[in-house]
């Protein structure tokens, strides 16, 4: 069996600039894989060369098998994707979205109702199928977006960032959409550390369009995250460079990273300082730290992997 996904090489440039340099991926199996790194990284670029969205300057994708650029159709028959949705149209209710989507990608008429029908369940919003989607919560859209993605009951899904704009409630939602999902191969990209951990078996890392890591969530946790402390920081603001050389300056701390807008994760050393007196010297920054917890040993080991990128 050749594996589900697979990327040789993968290599795509924008003029100068280098977004993705030589990334080898192989997947094979069901299992939810967690797609992880820094914003700009390079994950929705390889995403959308592996669904031929946009072409690779050099290197193949493959899906089961199958080179996306020569044949996209085979390809991509049994994968399904939702990167850059666009909104629904607020008018139409969820069946009727469905419906028209059925209808683009040519779902055989008689097979229509079920398969919209077993796509609502899954996401639970059948009691919503009628409703008009203007007024539901951006959750609620994105399970019907998600729901999108299994009318033709694939065995590839290929998510970018499905929980991202969602309120805590509704990423949760999304996250338990994802995880009745792993009897297929889910490939979810996220710069959520905790998300990841929670939904996925595996991880695979990028930063500045270089695959640094795949493996084993468990394998990467033991094999990166190094010796010291390591904790995350939440402020009520967005975490500016200023703010992130403060923090960096605190006695005893080793690195920090921006986990995303609001969030900081940093090291310490454990022989020069206790979590304790680390959160008194965070606070007496008086910079609008909010949060202040554990970090877990995949955070560890995101933080030895990922240098400095803010
Ligand atoms: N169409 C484009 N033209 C120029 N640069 C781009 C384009 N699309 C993406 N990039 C750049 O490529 C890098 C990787 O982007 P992307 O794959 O979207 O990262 P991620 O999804 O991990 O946040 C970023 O630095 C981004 O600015
Ligand atoms: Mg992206």
Redesign the pocket.
């Known amino acids: 069996m050749p594996p589900s996904i697979e990327a040789q090489q993968l290599t795509k440039r ?1 003029g100068q ?1 280098t ?1 993705l340099s030589g990334l080898d991926l192989n997947i094979h199996g069901t299992k939810c894989v967690g797609f992880l ?1 820094p ?7 390889t995403m959308k060369i592996l669904t031929g969205l946009i072409r690779a300057s050099k290197g193949t994708a493959l899906i089961n098998g199958v080179d996306v650029a020569s044949d996209k159709k085979t390809a991509l028959a049994s994968c399904a994707t939702l990167i850059e949705t666009p909104e629904i149209y607020p008018s139409l209710t969820p069946k009727e979205a469905l419906s028209m989507l059925c209808e683009i990608r040519g779902v055989p008429r008689q097979d229509r109702n079920k398969r919209i029908d077993d796509a609502l369940a899954r996401v639970k919003m059948s009691e919503w199928a009628d409703k008009k989607v203007g007024g539901f919560s951006k959750g609620m859209k994105q399970r019907v977006n998600v729901a999108s993605t299994l009318l033709s009951d694939p065995e590839v899904i290929i998510l970018d960032e499905p929980s991202s704009g969602l309120d805590p409630r509704g990423m949760s939602e999304v996250r338990d959409i994802v995880m009745s999902l792993r009897d297929r191969l889910v490939f979810m ?1 996220s710069h959520l550390l905790a998300e990841v951990t929670e939904v996925c078996q595996e991880v695979a890392l990028i930063d500045h369009g270089k695959l640094l890591v795949y493996d084993t969530i468990e394998n990467v946790t033991a094999k990166f995250s190094g010796g010291g402390g390591a904790v995350e920081v939440g402020f009520a603001g967005n975490v500016d460079e200023q703010l992130r050389a403060r923090v960096s300056k605190l006695p005893g701390v080793t690195s920090t990273t921006k986990s995303n807008d609001r969030h900081l994760l940093l090291k310490y050393d454990t022989a020069v300082l206790t979590q304790d007196k680390l959160l008194e010297s965070v606070a007496g920054l008086k910079a609008g730290a909010i949060t202040f917890s554990q970090a877990s040993g995949l955070e560890d080991a995101y933080l030895s992997l990922i240098k400095e990128t803010l």
């Open positions: 924008y600039f977004a790194g914003n700009g990284a390079g994950k929705t670029t990209s």
